[in-house]
């Protein structure tokens, strides 16, 4: 180990003592030798441990401690450490500004044991009024968080698609070089997750363009013709240049992914006037570009099967959102305000049941509060309606929060796994399915409880979840929040088949976040998810008429 990988370690010991609130003596002496290590560039290979504890700020315990690190690689010490602490804690001590005390509190108190996890905290607004923290710390995890993952080269959709339109607009500036210009691959196919971000431009001039792109920093790729690329951004940015009369030729074999794409690579295209003329001279239906993930889609393309697939402006309301009266940014009737002015028919208040603790989740006298204040708001605000909803935890033995006397006065129920994610498949399974049975559950929320880019979700049988869902009438979440987009819309199709409907719930803790319904809705039209098979498409009416039915069922 080199004196640096040595300062390193004896800094992790501290902090991990630290974090467990061992002895602060021995804390304070690990971090000043950590801290006189990485001042020197002595090298230590074979000194003794009397020629180390010589050093300044080195006594004889760091001393020995130098010499297991020489001689092993590591100290029993740190392995020890090391097995008591979750590796995504571990990680959470090299986001800027948190020292060991904070991060025993996300731990312990927020239950926070990965860097995506606290990211997700951060935009749920936890970390507010969590003692020694605030809005001001908040703010900088966040932007400390998203500058690491913004340099790990992959992106969610969300982000890539600011940059890319930014780029786009950029380019478009640019008369009399660049003339049509077009997202294309991955996000045009708008992916979850991004990896590269794909710009197709025609050119009226290809030297000025190329030119013009070598100036601005892109290089010119040497095994794609035309193509220039740059490394600078978060993930790879790719522009392709092609002349005017094979923009769409283009755009159509770039768009789809190679599987989609590999029968048509020798296909003459003769200068088409759009992508739709493709598909009418390949005898195919259009393929929107969303599904042109694999052939598979184009033995329905040549049968005419493919659904219209549904369409932001087709949602009548937005549930599944959260107030002050939990852990959001604004207040209830803030909430419906934004969302009646923004076009919306009704709103479902989704906060965090009780055992949310870490989310200031409703006690039974504030659930009943809430509802009052309801109450006066749709009075105020008619025809548009705020529905009584609550997100219940789904607890560890899959019964939900509240008895039955709390949870007959809300109009649906948004079941929902936050803690104890930690589960086998056949836990998994066993504690969502008790809470799909359970006829208070109206939607079952974010099924795997993912997080893009942060965590992968606990393991469970999606056949027999949505079986099960499909058996007791109960809709499935498409959680937009584009760090989630769960359930993936890889299942959708066998949704559909099971006639389970999909809700697209933005889970906004704030006004600004009913717009990541957009992202819900691209995920959805990936899956095939048409109009009829949305459940909030329903106007006011029939979702009214639907939440009565339903709890009339219960005895």
Known sequence: MTTEDIADSLELTAKLMELHEENPFKVKAFANGAYKLSKTRIDLTGKTQDEIAQLEGIGKGIAAKIVEFLEKGTTTELEELKNKTPQGVIEIMNVKGLGPKKVRQLWHELKVESVGELLYACNENRLVDLKGFGTKTQNSVKQSIEFALNNSGKLHYANAEKIAASLLDSLKKVKGVFEEVSFTGELRRKNDIITKIELLCSVSDLDRAKTGLANAGYTEDEEIENTFVSNTSACPIYIYLCETENFYKELFLTTGSPDFVADFLEVEMDAPESEEAIFEELNLQYVEPELRESQNIISLAEQNKIPDLIEYKDLKGTLHNHSTYSDGMHSLEE????????????????????????????????????????????????????????????????????????????????????????????????????????????????????????????????????????????????????????????WIPYCLEKGVKISINPDAHQKEGYQDMHYGVNSARKGMLDKANCFNTLNLKEIEAFFITRRGRIK
């Open 335 to 490: 909430m419906a305000v934004h969302c009646k002015n923004s076009g919306f028919e009704y709103l479902g208040i989704c906060d965090h049941s009780q055992s949310a603790f870490y989310a200031d989740g409703l006690k039974p006298e504030t659930v009943l509060i809430q509802q009052q204040e309801i109450e006066k708001l749709n009075k105020q605000l008619a025809p548009f309606k705020i529905f009584k909803g609550i997100e219940s935890d789904i607890l560890n033995d899959g019964s939900l929060d509240y008895t039955e006397d709390i949870l007959r006065t809300f109009d649906f129920v948004v079941a929902s796994v936050h803690s104890n994610l930690k589960m086998s498949e056949e836990k998994a399974n066993e504690r969502l399915i008790k809470a799909i049975e359970n006829p208070y559950t109206t939607i079952l929320g974010h099924p795997t409880g993912r997080l893009l880019l942060a965590r992968p979700g606990y393991p469970i049988d999606h056949k027999k979840i949505i079986d099960a869902c499909a058996a007791n009438g109960v809709i499935i979440e498409l959680n937009a929040h584009p760090y989630r987009l769960d359930i993936d819309w890889t």
